[in-house]
């Protein structure tokens, strides 16, 4: 495809806006699908893999048998403000 220099930096810039590449918020809206921006996802999904690593270390170390006696409270807590977060960010999506 081509387009002139001002098409072009104005794409590029509203992909950017949305974090997207160029050829992805093309493609997404050649194909008219819905482009969405949700505020905070990085944040919650940042949360959620550390508590999901933090739960395979622990398994780790329960598989090896250097643990005998697992506390999940922390866990269980983290995975619930997690849901809490998701929770409202779905909410300012509606």
Known sequence: ???NENDYTTIKKRAEKVKMNFTEFVTTSALNKP???I???NNVLKEQKAIGRN???LTTLCNM???QCLDLS???QGFGNVAV???EIMSRCS
């Open 1 to 3: 495809m081509r387009f």
């Open 35 to 37: 482009i969405t921006i």
């Open 55 to 57: 739960l395979n270390q």
């Open 74 to 76: 922390e866990v269980k």
């Open 85 to 87: 977060a998701l929770s």
């Open 65 to 67: 048998g250097k643990i």
């Open 39 to 41: 505020d905070g996802i």
